[in-house]
T-cell receptor, first 116, second 117 residues
Framework: AQKVTQAQTEISVVEKEDVTLDCVYE???????LFWYKQPPSGELVFLIR??????QNEISGRYSWNFQKSTSSFNFTITASQVVDSAVYFC?????????????FGSGTRLSIRP | GAVVSQHPSRVICKSGTSVKIECRSL??????MFWYRQFPKQSLMLMAT?????????EQGVEKDKFLINHASLTLSTLTVTSAHPEDSSFYICSARQGDGPYYGYTFGSGTRLTVV
């Protein structure tokens, strides 16, 4: 089965706290891509990061960092020093580029609320 | 960067009428576009995959005659909700894939919030 699980439905933290959003995926394929998207209240999907299955390097972009671990099939996303503007729904997603369907499989999303 | 324009962003229509939503890739050719539906506080549900010049492939449970998809050019796909009913009220979002190679990016439109009254 190919599946993305975001076990945290909602998270609420106070501004300036660090927060980690979990993402666990299931697949038997060896080639795949993982994504994180942000969906603010306005509704559009904002691309945050793409990682291919052969690149396990962690990545940092400003206050955002991602920890990809194939051994645990996880691709977690951490926001340090959170800000109110980070409040949004965050989706983890998976795609298999060599699949004939090439569909993006989305997790159920984590609603993040940052309180001032 | 790649941009996908989706129009309209919001639409209110009367029950029984049809509504057309457009999805355009502005600076690239998209041989494949995807249409998603999102219910409040839920994830995105893929409705159909649209390939330029051919019939769309619908996901299980999605009514083809209800949700008409046309992908007449490499930069435009349209979703028409026919004979809309209140239960069709939802957030619809399209995505365009840039290219057909083993690695390609997906760009999403800004979504259309449909309210059927």
């Amino acid at each position: 089965a190919q599946k993305v699980t975001q076990a945290q439905t909602e998270i609420s933290v106070v501004e300036k706290e660090d927060v980690t959003l979990d993402c666990v995926y299931e697949t038997r394929d060896t080639t795949y891509y993982l994504f994180w998207y942000k969906q603010p209240p306005s509704g559009e999907l904002v691309f945050l990061i793409r990682r291919n299955s052969f690149d396990e390097q962690n990545e940092i972009s400003g206050r955002y960092s991602w920890n990809f671990q194939k051994s645990t099939s996880s691709f977690n996303f951490t926001i340090t020093a959170s800000q109110v503007v980070d409040s949004a729904v965050y989706f983890c997603a998976l795609i298999f580029p060599y699949s004939s369907a090439s569909k993006i499989i989305f997790g159920s999303g984590t609603r993040l609320s940052i309180r001032p | 960067g790649a941009v996908v324009s989706q129009h309209p962003s919001r639409v209110i229509c009367k029950s029984g009428t049809s509504v057309k939503i457009e999805c355009r890739s502005l600076d690239f050719q998209a041989t494949t576009m995807f249409w998603y539906r999102q219910f409040p506080k839920q994830s995105l549900m893929l409705m159909a995959t649209s390939n330029e010049g051919s019939k769309a492939t619908y996901e299980q449970g999605v009514e083809k005659d209800k949700f008409l998809i046309n992908h007449a050019s490499l930069t435009l796909s349209t979703l028409t909700v026919t004979s809309a009913h209140p239960e069709d009220s939802s957030f619809y979002i399209c995505s365009a894939r840039q290219g057909d190679g083993p690695y390609y990016g997906y760009t999403f439109g800004s979504g259309t919030r449909l309210t059927v009254v």
